[in-house]
């Protein structure tokens, strides 16, 4: 089984809707990380969390929020999804001892219509 | 800030050619330098790392050697196998700023090999 789990894989969804993305970790790992791909842009951290009292904003936080349920779960909302959110969405993980190396997710390709 | 440039894509080669990856880097502390590969329809994978200057990096046939004068972490492989299309990723992380632990990534460079 994968380590770092994204639900769903695909989602398709209409202007203004609100939406969850899910991810789980079976690392143990106490960061975990929420970003965004888009072509010729790279990864840009939505949000993080150092541990499950523990969120912070990344470079591009407006438009989401997110929730540490547990150690392992990590979800991030889109409030009222806007076409320019159309992406890609990576989880990522890291241990406490190797902060720099982080652990991704398979991704969640999100399309706003 | 902190930023990571590298070129722009796509690379193609054919297989055994020698592939070269350029990346450059500003950063206002003590960065940490990444290679991050993502295969076709998946996550992404560190590939290696260097965490102080004249520091060398190697996996799977890739080297990368952390260049402080010059500001460089460029990807290098010998000898490229069609298995090595992907997308790679420079990043870094700055343990003397608040960007510890979060990673700053370049744009990506998307390589194609072919037969």
């Known amino acids: 089984d994968a380590d770092v789990t994204q639900t769903p894989r695909n989602r398709i969804t209409k202007t203004g809707k609100r939406i969850m993305l899910e991810c789980s970790q079976t690392k143990g790992h106490d960061r975990m990380y929420w970003y965004r791909q888009d072509p010729g842009l790279g990864l840009r951290l939505i949000y993080y969390s150092f541990d499950v009292k523990d969120i912070n904003k990344g470079e591009i936080s407006d438009g989401y929020s997110v929730s540490r349920q547990a150690q392992a779960k990590f979800s991030l909302s889109l409030e009222s999804a806007i076409p320019n959110q159309t992406a890609l969405y990576f989880c990522?993980?890291?241990?406490?001892?190797?902060?720099?190396?982080?652990?991704f997710g398979p991704g969640t390709r999100l399309t706003v219509t | 800030g902190n930023s990571v440039t590298q070129m722009e894509g796509p690379v193609t080669l054919s297989e055994e050619a020698f592939l070269t990856i350029n990346c450059t880097y500003t950063a206002t502390g003590y960065p940490s330098l990444f290679w991050y590969v993502q295969y076709p329809g998946e996550g992404l994978q560190l590939l290696l790392k260097a965490t102080k200057a004249d520091d060398k990096g190697s996996n799977k046939g890739f080297e990368a050697t952390y260049r402080k004068e010059t500001t460089s972490f460029h990807l290098e492989k010998g000898s490229v196998q069609v298995s090595d299309s992907a997308v790679y990723f420079c990043?870094?992380?700055?343990?003397?700023?608040?960007?510890?632990?979060?990673?700053?990534f370049g744009a990506g460079t998307q390589v194609v090999v072919t037969p």
């Open positions: 990522a993980t890291s241990p406490w001892g190797s902060v720099d190396e982080q652990y």
């Open positions: 990043a870094l992380s700055d343990r003397a700023t608040d960007s510890w632990g979060k990673l700053q």
